[in-house]
């Protein structure tokens, strides 16, 4: 498939880059700095500038893509960034989207605890509500939403659990566990070539 990774540079998009390659795709990485991908050459990896925020940089980019994959995030970002990346995917012709929001906001807010929900937002102020904006823009018959736990750079596990969130039936009293970058990026490559879950959100822990 040809993929389109968003967010490429980023912590976790760096693995949905790696996983993507090792499982024999055409990937094209959106980078708003290239060069930050000049350690990643690979024959069938193509970086492009793009910026969310100049809006057919994306979408020129997916035009011949099967699918893209966001990593987006808005961490140091103007608040309204995940939401500004959502606009331009949703404008994009594409057949699947594995789009990365986070537990706790969005439609799995109240999924743990009030001390989760306390401290998430506060850590992301105005990016909290950007995340749910932003998954509502992207919904649809084609995505699918991805929302892990707190994130780790440990090393892959590959014993994450991917759950649609409508048929989850645990839910955490304080804490939610943990889950490494690399099992995301896993989860999220698996998803696009093989669609589980297209259309819902996806608890990942
Ligand atoms: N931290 C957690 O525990 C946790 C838990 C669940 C979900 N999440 C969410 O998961 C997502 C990925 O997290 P992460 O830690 O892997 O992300 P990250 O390392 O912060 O990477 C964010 C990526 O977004 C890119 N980006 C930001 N603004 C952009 C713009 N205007 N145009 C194009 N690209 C832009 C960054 O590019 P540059 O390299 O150019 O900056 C970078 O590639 C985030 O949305 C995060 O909130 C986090």
Not at 24 to 45: D, K, N, Y
Not at 64 to 87: F, K, V
Not at 107 to 112: G, T
Not at 139 to 167: C, S
């Amino acid at each position: 498939m040809r993929i389109v990774v968003l967010g490429a540079t980023g912590a976790t998009g760096r693995h949905v880059l790696t996983v993507a390659l090792d499982r024999g795709h055409q990937v094209v990485a959106l980078a708003r700095r290239p060069e930050a991908l000049s350690g990643m050459a690979h024959g069938r990896l193509e970086v492009r500038r793009a910026d969310v925020r100049v809006r057919d940089t994306v979408t020129s980019a997916c035009r011949d893509a099967d699918a893209l994959i966001s990593a987006l995030g808005n961490r140091r970002e103007p608040a309204d960034t995940l939401s500004a990346g959502a606009r331009a995917v949703a404008e994009a012709t594409l057949s699947r989207v594995a789009w990365m929001g986070t537990f706790g906001a969005g439609d799995s807010r109240h999924r743990a605890g009030p001390l989760y929900d306390f401290i998430l937002r506060r850590v992301l102020g105005d990016g909290f509500a950007d995340k749910a904006a932003a998954d509502a823009v992207v919904a649809g018959p084609r995505t699918t939403l991805f929302h892990p736990v707190m994130l780790t750079d440990r090393p892959a596990t590959g014993e994450a659990t991917v759950v649609p969130l409508d048929v989850l039936d645990r839910s955490w009293r304080l804490m939610p566990p943990k889950v490494t970058r690399a099992d995301v990026a896993v989860a999220m490559v698996t998803e696009i070539e093989s669609p589980a879950y297209a259309g819902r959100t996806v608890a990942v822990y």
